[in-house]
């Protein structure tokens, strides 16, 4: 056995969970009986007390026996031990060397230092055992699954041209769509490549003509040397929560001012007395030209100040985000003073809602704007722990299933067909990129609210999905986000307190200093074989597993 400073591991299951539980990588180290070079590799790693510092502070140290684990050589190594790689904790290969000099272990150490630095472990773990929630039992769902997520990646790759292109002349849902699927798949796959594509995009959009550093918030597109220069609710509020998350990344650091200019803008330029938002500020190249300076002496573009239901359920779920992330109360004040007015001036008895308003109540919002709804819910319970935002995300998932299923078959109509005399046009289509994001949030909704009957229509929608051609690429990317929800373990965090508001914050204080998102968050009080607690527990679940969180 080798001696050093460096405490070693065996190799075995103890070692990768304790690498998963750490969120380190692990050094693994073979040797055999025969060799010297293990001498070399333990006299490199006392005289070096960074190099051995190092190892055990970013490494899960491993060391095994080359004759005992022959499979090694199989899974790892290209060459006869010894050797040395470095894995992350699911056991993917990082990088491997041969150990013919210590140098070469010096190099590898720290060369794998830095990319451990931005290893960021997924959500959910990968596949192993885990039960996939909802999803019809089929011999080959999960292999299907997966291979579509991987040809949607690889065909959003092939069309993400950075600064140039389709990429580069808009900042709506174009370039929107793909960056939000990129995050998804980076996050649950553990796919550093798309995190940093992902990323990039964001970067060049934030430095570009596109981004108004003067004032903040996204135009809407640019053509040549020309910008369109009305910026859009939806957009913005979509570009926040991507720059959030972002944000939380080790590389995003240019996100979080990014984030904070966007939310300057909507609360400065596009807030309303009321506690709604206006729809967009309309277009003025001469204005967009002048300096921080010249623009307080001149008058601003003005506002269409029409509060549409979509971009304004989805500002809500951008604010609790900025809540979420930043842990500055202001903004959810803001996200649930908008709710309330949703409520009052947009959503009728029956839960359905108005397309906009202007003085008055207009039409009857689409499909779109209840499932972004839903999404708002969705965050408020996640911010709040309030189980009166959990009763409404069962309230839009049941309209969703009661009033938009498709009569005729499978999937979602766009519009109800009680709201006929509503419209000025009245054309109940199946659009398949709505319907995936339908589906999605069908899904989630199913979990949280522990209803599976809900996801069935959702199930049978993403099916006819995934065995239609689609060209576009917005479908595209909402199919893969909702395939990643449904086949992915759903990362839950049950709260268990006794309900009252002083406990919530507890939890909820707890679970914002993670710094990210949860798929999941559930609130409960003890069941009759726990005790009442005075401070709550937070167990993470993930498929089978669970641990506890210290609070």
Request: aromatic residues 8%.
């Amino acid at each position: 056995m080798l001696k050093s400073c460096v405490e070693w591991r065996e190799w075995g299951p103890s070692a990768l969970e304790e690498a998963s539980r750490s969120h380190k990588p692990l050094f693994l180290l073979v040797s055999d009986s025969s060799s010297e070079h293990a001498f070399s590799v333990s006299g490199a790693l006392a005289e070096d007390k960074a190099l051995s510092s190092l190892l055990a502070r970013s490494f899960i140290p491993v060391l095994a026996d080359g004759d005992r684990h022959p499979e090694l050589g199989r899974l790892y190594f290209p060459t006869p031990a010894p050797a040395a790689a470095v894995l992350l904790p699911d056991g993917t290969l990082l990088a491997n060397c041969p150990l013919g000099t210590p140098d070469a272990l010096v190099d590898l150490l720290r060369s794998a230092a830095v990319a451990a630095s931005h290893y960021s472990p997924p959500v959910a773990p990968v596949f192993g055992g885990y039960p996939v929630p909802f999803i019809e039992q089929h011999p080959r769902s999960l292999e299907r699954g997966l291979e579509l997520l991987e040809s949607i990646y690889q065909r959003v790759l092939d069309r993400l041209i950075v600064g140039g292109g389709e990429f580069g002349k808009g900042a709506g849902a174009p370039c929107i769509d793909p960056v939000r699927f990129l995050l998804r798949y980076g996050t649950f796959m553990g796919s550093r490549e798309a995190l940093e594509r992902a990323v990039q995009v964001l970067q060049s959009l934030a430095y570009s003509p596109l981004y108004d550093s003067v004032e903040g918030g996204f135009f809407h597109a640019r053509e040549g040397s020309r910008l369109d220069t009305r910026k859009f609710l939806q957009d913005n509020a979509h570009w926040l929560i991507l720059s959030l998350r972002v944000a939380a990344m080790p590389e995003g650091g240019f996100a979080l001012p990014l984030a904070r200019g966007i939310l300057h803008y909507l609360q400065q330029k596009m807030l309303q007395k009321g506690g709604l938002f206006a729809a967009a500020q309309r277009d003025d190249d001469s204005y967009y030209a002048l300096s921080g300076e010249e623009r307080r002496r001149v008058q601003p573009p003005r506002m269409n100040a029409t509060a549409f239901a979509l971009p304004n359920a989805l500002a809500v779920r951008a604010l609790c985000n900025g809540w979420q992330f930043l842990g500055e109360r202001a903004y959810l004040n803001l996200a649930l003073r908008a709710h309330r007015r949703l409520e009052s001036d947009l959503i009728g008895a029956d839960g359905a809602l108005a397309h906009c308003r202007t003085g008055e109540r207009l039409g009857a919002a689409y499909l779109g704007a209840q499932v972004e709804l839903g999404y708002a819910r969705l965050a408020l319970y996640q911010s709040t722990l309030d189980p009166r935002y959990l009763a409404g995300v069962e309230k839009v998932a049941r309209l969703l299933v009661s009033d938009y299923s498709n009569p005729a078959g499978v999937g979602f109509l766009d519009v109800r067909t009680q709201d006929r005399d509503r419209l000025a046009v009245f054309r109940p289509i199946l659009d398949p990129a709505t319907n995936a994001r339908s589906a999605g949030f069908l899904i989630l909704a199913s979990a949280q609210l522990e209803d599976e009957k809900l996801a069935l229509p959702a199930r049978r929608a993403l099916g006819a999905l995934v065995h239609a051609k689609l060209e576009d690429l917005g479908a595209l990317c909402q199919l893969g986000n909702a395939l990643l929800v449904t086949l992915m373990p759903l990362a839950v965090y049950v709260a268990v307190t006794d309900g009252s508001r002083q406990q919530r914050y507890h939890v909820l204080e707890k679970l914002r200093r993670f710094g990210m998102s949860f798929a999941l968050v559930m609130h409960r009080g003890p069941s009759r074989f726990e005790k009442m607690q005075a401070l709550p527990r937070l167990i993470a679940c993930c498929g089978n597993q669970q641990r506890e969180i210290p609070v």
